[in-house]
């Protein structure tokens, strides 16, 4: 496991923009997949993207664009045209690099092992 801290979370008003921030400790941090889930009140955790080790990312495109710079061991969320509907505590989660897997593997919450404490995001209308 590695420890993961969330930062950039605020209140914004529908039709901004965030960017969220996940530091991750130690050396190893390029060899983790780094994914970002996010919940809402009464509502389940729900996947929104990931970043495996290999540097593939789902989603490729849309709203929501996720990058990593390993030198600063931190993966970004950027959101854009946000709406009241993205409003929700993230969490970004990371699990040691494994082959062979494809989307639906990575979009399980349970397969991650590292998780951070969570940033709010709040949109106004």
């Known amino acids: 496991q590695i420890q993961l801290v969330e930062s950039g979370g605020g209140v914004v008003q529908a039709g901004g923009s965030l960017r969220l921030s996940c530091t991750g400790s130690?050396?190893?941090?390029?060899?983790?997949?780094v994914a970002w889930f996010r919940q809402s009140a009464g509502k389940e955790r729900e996947f929104v993207a990931v970043?495996?080790?290999?540097g593939v990312a789902d989603p490729a495109r849309g709203r929501f664009f996720i990058a990593r710079d390993n030198a600063k061991n931190t993966v970004y969320l950027q959101m854009s045209n946000l709406q009241p509907e993205d409003t929700a505590i993230y969490y970004c989660a990371a699990q040691k690099g494994v082959a062979g897997k494809g989307n639906t593997y990575y979009r399980d919450a349970s397969i991650y092992d590292s998780w951070g404490q969570g940033t709010q995001v709040t949109v106004s209308s």
């Open positions: 130690g050396r190893a941090f390029s060899t983790y997949t």
């Open positions: 970043l495996r080790w290999s």
